[in-house]
C-alpha cells in the first residue's frame, strides 16, 4: 500500500491542484481500504465505491481505491455530502465514512501538514452499513437490455421504467435534463 503522500501526489496529479477535498478523500479511502482489510486496491476487483458528492474528495477516492464509474466500481450519487459508503464484495462488509464537519486551516498553515495532524477520529464518522444492491449493479458486462418504446435507445441493467405497460428510459419518462434542438 502507498504512503498517504504517495496517494495524496496521485489524487493530485489526477485531479489538477491540491486543496483540502483532495486530502479529505485521499484520507477518507486510505481509512475505508484499511478498514476493509483491502491491501492492493488497484489490482483488486472487490471494491464498489458509492461517493455522495460531486467535488474534488470524489476524484481523490476514485485514484486511492481505483474504482472507476466506467467500470462499474464507483457510484456516483450527488447527495451534497462529504460521505462515501465502500463495499467489499469479497466478505460482504460494508462502511461510510462521513466528514464530520469541515475544518479551515489557520491563514498561511501548511495544508498536507495541517491535516496530517488530525486523526481520523476527529475528522470522520464511520459506521457499518449494509449495502442493498442488485446483480445488474455489479461490474462487468450488462446483464440485461431493452429498447425504450419512446426514443429508441437501448437501456441497460434494469434502469427501464415501465409505463403503462410499455418501456421506457428514464429520460422518456421522467423527463430528461436535456431537450433536443434539433
Do not use: W
Amino acid at each position: 500500500m502507498n504512503t498517504f503522500r504517495q496517494d495524496l501526489q496521485a489524487a493530485v496529479d489526477y485531479h489538477g491542484h491540491l486543496c483540502s477535498g483532495q486530502i479529505t478523500g485521499t484520507r477518507m479511502a486510505r481509512l475505508a481500504l484499511q478498514t476493509l482489510g483491502i491491501d492492493d486496491p488497484k489490482n483488486s476487483h472487490e471494491l464498489i465505491v458509492y461517493v455522495e458528492c460531486d467535488r474534488c474528495l470524489a476524484d481523490a477516492i476514485g485514484t486511492v481505491t481505483g474504482c472507476k464509474l466506467g467500470k462499474r466500481s464507483l457510484k456516483s450519487l450527488d447527495y451534497g455530502k462529504s460521505a462515501a459508503s465502500f463495499l467489499n464484495l469479497a466478505t460482504g462488509e460494508a462502511i461510510r465514512i462521513s466528514r464530520k464537519e469541515r475544518i479551515e486551516p489557520p491563514g498561511g498553515a501548511d495544508l498536507i501538514d495541517f491535516f496530517e495532524g488530525i486523526p481520523d477520529e476527529d475528522l470522520f464518522n464511520v459506521r457499518r452499513i449494509k449495502i442493498n444492491y442488485r446483480p445488474e449493479d455489479l461490474p462487468g458486462k450488462p446483464l440485461d437490455s431493452v429498447v425504450c418504446s419512446k426514443c429508441n435507445e437501448n437501456v441497460m441493467d434494469g434502469r427501464q421504467v415501465v409505463v403503462n405497460g410499455l418501456a421506457m428510459c428514464k429520460s422518456c419518462a421522467q423527463g430528461a435534463y436535456y431537450d433536443y434542438t434539433d
